[in-house]
């Protein structure tokens, strides 16, 4: 007799976590199929248009793309132009540096120079 209640319970915790797995599976999959479903419709949709009217509806998709590289190819010229001046500055700065370097080692020679004619007499 305590098979039974044993048995009941284990049948129960079986059928529940059987009725999660698929609750959970039919959740994450639903969607996707939702988005399947959503994509053939426009693509028979577009379809059905292009057969209908064959020079209108490539023509804009055709202008969205030049209009979409142009874009990219926007954003890569600003990103060169970016870079570029960046590599600009940075030899300004270096030009800078070495300049200021020059000097001292010109102020260097000069005291060094200064220092052998006091000490050189």
Known sequence: MKRFPLFLLFT?????TLF?????????????QADIIDDTI?????AINDAYNPD?????????DDGWQREVSDDRRRQYDDRRRQFEDRRRQL?????????????LEDEERRMEDEYGR
């Open 12 to 16: 129960l915790f079986t059928l529940f």
């Open 20 to 32: 999660t797995l698929f609750t959970l599976f039919t959740l994450f999959t639903v969607p996707a």
């Open 42 to 46: 426009g693509n028979i949709q577009q």
């Open 56 to 64: 209108r509806g490539r023509d804009y998709e055709d202008s969205r």
């Open 95 to 107: 030009d800078e540096r070495q300049r200021q370097l020059d000097q001292e080692r010109q102020q």
